[in-house]
Nanobody, 119 residues
Framework: QVQLVESGGGLVQAGGSLRLSCAAS????????MGWYRQAPGKQRELVAS???????RYGDSVKGRFTISGVNAQNTVYLQMNSLKPEDTAVYYC?????????????WGQGTQVTVSS
């Protein structure tokens, strides 16, 4: 199994920055990719950003150019640098880890960290 522990959420004013971290432990050799999803009240969970061990990244349209994902290989930790934050970025942010297909299709999830952007 894989355990994910997030940190770095909080309250910030619009235009500010935050950096989220997610540390994986346990069977980390199973992990092919890590990333972040978010869920705002009354909305579906959506992709924020993801990165594979090979370095391929993917971003949600609403965060392109403002957020940067990095990490994974070093210390099995992934970071999300969030700049130019907007009130609509307010959500619970969940760390996600995707295993290599030989280990099955069930993703791993963290407990979530709240990000609140005030206007």
């Amino acid at each position: 199994q894989v355990q994910l522990v997030e940190s770095g959420g909080g309250l910030v004013q619009a235009g500010g920055s935050l950096r989220l971290s997610c540390a994986a432990s346990g069977s980390t050799g199973r992990i092919n990719a890590m990333g972040w999803y978010r869920q705002a009240p009354g909305k579906q969970r959506e992709l924020v950003a993801s990165i594979t061990r090979a370095g391929s990244t993917r971003y949600g349209d609403s965060v392109k150019g403002r957020f940067t994902i990095s990490g994974v290989n070093a210390q099995n930790t992934v970071y999300l640098q969030m700049n130019s934050l907007k009130p609509e970025d307010t959500a619970v942010y969940y760390c996600n880890a995707v295993p290599y297909s030989i280990y099955g299709s069930n993703n791993y999830w963290g407990q979530g960290t709240q990000v609140t952007v005030s206007s």
